[in-house]
């Protein structure tokens, strides 16, 4: 009642609700929207939304989606219709729409690694998974020549919560491994307690260091999306219950979900299910960063996923609105 006032008082002539179609507002606006006749645009959030996530109870005006795949996810899971929908990509990706603006010298330099070295990220999970126990696999392997002296950067998950029975990373003297500077002080902060509420990280760090690294590791996370965007082969980690002392096991629950089960259909997307085969399928990630072929067939595979409508984000939200305004 009390947001209905609010929406009557003010009088809008659009609402538009960035949501994960979960949550109270994403319905009751549409509702609201729908009693006093004020078109609802509704703007996915990430690529599970439109399967994993969804509660609609009712349709909004417009709903506003990534690409292709989450297309079709809101008419098979949420019934929509085609009028209700429209593809319109990720607001928090649209950065990623230029090639690469800064040196490879400065992007050493922010991300203080040696200059001339071959980078490779490794993302951290945001449940459940310890991480520190494959980054020193890792390492191991590099120190005893099992791998190239690649340099691995770390970036912790911005929604993690608090260190438990893990090692700290700066209690292990890594050699070829260092953390991501712009995330340091988070991390550094976890030991003590979880960050609270979500840590919003800068989307301009995050094209930073995919323009600097040749490939990524990463567990499920929208970083495996922007992994290919911009051609750079991935490696999907799954947690190994034994190495990395999880209580359960995830894996096969994860290559179940839909959206991500689509992401991995192909063997262009490298999977492990344990450290013992994280060597193996590294070496195949570095492979795979040393082939222009590969990159470009990862770039086309993304834009299943995101597709980017021209000319920039920003213009294309504004051109729906006056569409649905004068409709």
């Not at 990463?218 to 051609?231: Q, R």
Request: proline residues 6%; glycine residues 6%.
């Amino acid at each position: 009642k009390k947001l209905k006032s609010l929406i009557e008082q003010k009088k809008p002539d659009i609402i538009i609700h960035p949501t994960l179609l979960a949550g109270i507002f994403v319905n009751d606006l549409v509702l609201i929207g729908k009693s006093l006749n004020i078109p609802v645009l509704l703007l996915m959030n990430s690529w599970d939304n439109c399967s994993n996530k969804a509660s609609l109870a009712t349709h909004p005006t417009k709903l506003g989606v990534w690409g292709p795949q989450s297309y079709n996810h809101a008419k098979t899971y949420l019934g929509m219709p085609d009028k209700h929908l429209s593809i319109v990509g990720p607001a928090q990706f649209d950065i990623y729409r230029n090639g690469q603006t800064k040196s490879e010298k400065s992007l050493y330099k922010k991300f203080q690694v040696p200059e001339g070295k071959n980078v490779f990220v490794f993302c951290g999970g945001s449940k459940g998974f310890k991480e520190i126990y494959q980054l020193q696999v890792l390492e191991n392997a590099i120190n005893n020549g099992d791998l190239p002296k690649i340099h691995i950067l770390y970036r912790p998950h911005p929604w993690r919560g608090k260190l438990l029975d893990e090692p700290y990373f700066f209690d292990i003297k890594f050699k070829h491994i260092t953390i991501d500077p712009t995330m340091k002080s988070f991390y550094e902060g976890l030991k003590f307690k979880p960050y609270p509420g979500l840590y919003v990280t800068n989307y301009q760090d995050s094209k930073d260091l995919l323009d600097l690294v040749s490939g990524v590791f990463s567990p499920l996370s929208t970083m495996l999306v922007e992994s290919i965007l911009n051609g750079k082969p991935c490696l999907v980690l799954f947690p190994d219950i034994k190495e990395d002392k999880v209580k359960h096991d995830q894996t096969n629950l994860l290559k179940e979900l839909v959206y991500f089960k689509e992401f991995i259909d192909t063997k262009l997307i490298l999977t492990t299910n344990s450290s013992d085969e994280l060597i193996k399928k590294t070496k195949k990630l570095i492979e795979f960063s040393n082939n222009n072929n590969v990159k470009k067939k990862l770039m086309q595979h993304s834009r299943k996923f995101v597709n980017f409508q021209d000319p920039d984000y920003k213009i294309n939200i504004l051109k729906l609105c006056n569409t649905m305004l004068e409709n």
